[in-house]
């Protein structure tokens, strides 16, 4: 018997013999069982077996085949037959992580009278401090014979309690867009053929009891962390067993395991919560700061310049704008999109990673030493997986450009091709550019870009191929942040942030659409990854025009950037952003190191969230109104997730602007400024809400007295 314990966690398989072990339970901390408990247990979920099906009790397998009476999506798929697997061994290597070693039936070997084990799949779980279980598995070819691999994938049980499902859907400029939906019979598969997740993936899959919220009700949520092509689903059979699975998507062909070769599945990280989606959540948070070290690092605030000037890079231009981003408190300055030789518009020159001499005759040098001679750090956007047809690249080097089959003709998207970088070739040559660049030049941030779908089948050597470019420049520039972009929000998963400390969550600064981005982004990612820019007052994707208050609100809660033309700022605008940026530094600490807290309302225009620092002494809320409220005086705002027994001042954080009300009367709190009140009142009885117009938001301060 196997138990994983951890943050009030349980895993519990059943490993006895040399039958593929079964999930027996993952969930709630069952409490330190001996032996003999577990096995009790263990004996306790066999089921009956049914009429009409297998004369033996159906469980829910580590591995689960057909030929282990599974009637779903199967764990292993090959084109050969598979042979039966056993238990062969099982290894603690480490604490709070198992590994299971399954091993076909033996086949003879060609030549020799002996016989050895024809497939071995090693499949990893591992509960980390923080109650997150990752798994994933490893399948190795023990035989003469190749063996061409279609699937390999991992599986986590769930129980028949959780019928309700959420995922996600999207498109550009409008990421992560929840749907619920109820599990019955059958499955819910979702599948990305983009090469990369997508604005469409489905990013975080959570299945949970009716009616769950943010605060409430159990969940069990996933997350593949792989950048290229996937599959998820979640299965319920009608042996009322049920599943969650994923893998990445393979083309026939496309992995061809010579002996002793092996391929690894990417890793399923899950959290279990009986708390609702924020304390799944914070799993992630948690691990992803504790191996990463996220909260710890600078997180300088950043003027990028692709909305301010475009393709327009003007020397005298740009370095007046880094005068207005070092006067309101900028402190990184990313050169965007433009600056490659006649780079002018997205038709041409992508590929070749020169600096225009036209327009930068001395090089980007001198804008370098004048922004770092200002106090700021220098940033430089690159896109090195893609081309113009238009660029000398791709002239030079048609076979270097990714097609379906040698010689077809490329499929144009965006005006780009997709550069082959499971190319040797190809893969030195990008790599070359990009480090001559960053050797050259005092570069300590690259916007890494990927602005078009892969839309080829094969994609596994592409994926990995670009994991290692970065990991390559990693290691040859240990200093280099890099930043995840791709067309938006494309490519926001865990493996890419295994290379980059931000993820750009859409290429929107429209804060309307950024409020729902970042509430559902933030699930999976903790603030000070994602990446939140200030654009001008009229959003350049969307065409809508909001107030100061509003933007300044949302940007607040993120690694916030600056995309405005500030050339073209009053000197009243000036002043209010330099006035938000000192609001920004203030809670920078507490939203780049809490805890998210989002509460559930009955009214979905008005929203709540906030960050509480994780002794409950301080924390930074924002209410939201993201349309005309239901009714004409709001119900009173819930704050969750503070200490229940600490008395707290809750007060209106000045961030630069101030919110428009539709109410000629405010609340007392409201006009007098602040309000004290327990924990444990503001949780349960609240304040009275802010007659906030739509489209606003107000940005409290609650500080433990």
């Given at each position: 018997?196997?138990?994983?314990r ?74 050969t ?19 299971l ?12 009278a002996?016989s ?20 994933r598995s ?6 003469a ?11 986590l049980?769930l ?8 995922d996600?859907t ?15 019979h059958g ?7 983009h ?22 009700g159990d969940?069990?949520?996933?997350h593949?962390?792989?950048?290229g092509?996937?599959?998820?689903w ?15 998507l ?5 992995v ?6 092996s ?5 399923l ?5 009986n ?8 799993r992630?948070?948690r ?6 070290g ?7 605030v950043i ?25 309101v ?39 370098i030493?004048?922004?770092t ?7 430089l956007?690159?896109e090195?997986e ?6 000398r ?6 076979d ?35 480090d001559a ?9 690259l ?6 779908d892969?839309?080829?089948t094969r994609?596994?050597?592409q ?5 290692r ?13 890099i930043?995840?972009c791709?067309?938006g ?43 939140v ?8 994707t969307?065409?809508?025009t909001?107030?100061?208050a ?8 993120g ?10 700022a009053?000197?009243?605008?000036l ?5 938000w ?9 507490i939203?780049?190191g809490?805890?998210?807290v ?10 709540v969230?906030?960050?509480v620092?994780?002794d ?9 109104a993201?349309?005309s ?21 809750v ?12 109410a ?14 327990s924990?444990r009142?503001?949780?349960?009885v609240?304040?009275a ?13 609650i500080?433990?007295?």
């Amino acid at each position: 018997m196997i138990h994983l314990r951890a943050a009030g966690t349980s895993l519990v398989l059943d490993a006895r013999g040399t039958a593929v072990p079964a999930f027996v339970h993952w969930g709630a901390d069952l409490g330190d069982l001996s032996t003999a408990e577990l096995e009790r247990l263990a004996d306790a979920q066999i089921p009956a077996a049914s009429g009409a099906a297998v004369d033996s009790p159906i469980r829910s397998l580590i591995l689960p085949l057909l030929a282990t009476a599974w009637q779903g999506r199967p764990a292993l798929v090959g084109r050969t037959p598979l042979q039966p697997f056993a238990l062969s061994a099982v290894a603690r290597d480490e604490p709070g992580a198992v590994r299971l070693t399954l091993t076909s039936a033996p086949l003879p070997s060609p030549g020799s009278a002996v016989s050895r084990p024809a497939l071995e799949v090693v499949v990893e779980f591992r509960l980390t401090p923080e109650g997150l279980l990752r798994t994933r598995s490893t399948l190795l070819n023990r035989s003469a014979p190749p063996f061409e691999l279609d699937e390999l994938n991992v599986v986590l049980p769930l129980p028949a309690r959780a019928t309700e499902l959420l995922d996600f859907t999207g498109h550009w400029l409008t990421e992560r867009m929840p749907q619920r939906s109820t599990l019955r019979h059958g499955a819910w598969l979702r599948e990305s053929r983009h090469g990369r997740p997508g604005h469409d993936a489905s990013f975080l899959t959570v299945a949970g009891t009716p009616g769950y919220g943010f605060r409430s009700g159990d969940v069990w949520a996933a997350h593949l962390g792989f950048s290229g092509s996937q599959r998820v689903w979640v299965e319920r059979q009608v042996s009322a067993l049920s599943i969650i699975g994923a893998g990445e998507l393979l083309a026939p062909g496309e992995v061809v395991l010579a002996p002793e070769e092996s391929y690894s599945t990417p890793w399923l990280s899950a959290a279990w919560s009986n708390e609702g989606l924020d304390a799944a959540s914070q799993r992630f948070h948690r691990f992803l700061r504790r191996e990463r070290g996220f909260q710890d690092r600078a997180h300088p605030v950043i003027l990028n310049t692709w909305e301010a000037v475009y393709f327009d890079h003007d020397e005298l231009t740009l370095r007046r704008l880094a005068d207005a981003g070092a006067r309101v408190g900028a402190e990184r300055f990313v050169l965007d999109d433009g600056w490659m030789t006649g780079r002018t518009d997205d038709r041409r020159a992508l590929g070749d990673w020169t600096v225009d001499s036209e327009r930068w005759p001395q090089g980007l040098g001198p804008l370098i030493d004048y922004v770092t001679g200002l106090g700021l750090d220098f940033g430089l956007w690159v896109e090195p997986e893609m081309a113009n047809p238009d660029s000398r690249f791709a002239r030079e080097h048609p076979d270097w450009i990714l097609t379906e089959t040698p010689g077809a003709t490329p499929l144009l998207a965006r005006n780009q091709l997709v550069v082959d970088l499971a190319n040797p070739d190809a893969f030195t040559a990008v790599f070359e550019a990009l480090d001559a660049l960053l050797g050259e030049y005092d570069i300590r941030y690259l916007k890494w870009d990927h602005n078009r779908d892969v839309p080829v089948t094969r994609t596994h050597a592409q994926t990995r191929a670009a994991a290692r470019l970065m990991d390559a420049l990693l290691a040859r520039h240990p200093a280099l942040e890099i930043e995840s972009c791709a067309s938006g929000g494309a490519r926001a998963d865990l493996a890419v942030l295994e290379r980059t400390t931000r993820v750009w969550a859409s290429d929107t600064n429209d804060p309307l659409e950024r409020q729902s981005i970042y509430r559902y982004t933030s699930l999976l990612l903790p603030p000070e990854v994602l990446g939140v820019h200030l654009g001008a007052p009229r959003s350049h994707t969307t065409g809508r025009t909001h107030s100061a208050a509003f933007r300044f609100a949302t940007t607040l809660f993120g690694w916030a950037g600056i995309e405005w033309n500030l050339l073209e700022a009053s000197e009243a605008e000036l002043e209010e952003i330099t006035r938000w940026l000192d609001a920004y530094r203030e809670v920078r600490p507490i939203i780049h190191g809490g805890t998210v807290v989002r509460a559930d309302r009955p009214d979905p225009t008005l929203w709540v969230h906030g960050v509480v620092t994780d002794d409950q002494s301080d924390a930074v809320f924002a209410v939201v109104a993201m349309a005309s409220p239901l009714d004409a005086v709001p119900a009173p705002v819930l704050v969750p997730g503070l200490d229940a027994n600490t008395t707290y001042r809750v007060s209106v954080l000045d961030v630069g602007a101030e919110p428009r009300y539709l109410a000629p009367i405010l609340p007392p709190w409201l006009g007098e400024g602040s309000l004290t009140l327990s924990g444990r009142l503001l949780a349960e009885v609240g304040l009275a809400a802010p007659p906030l117009a739509p489209e606003e938001a107000l940005v409290l301060r609650i500080t433990a007295v």
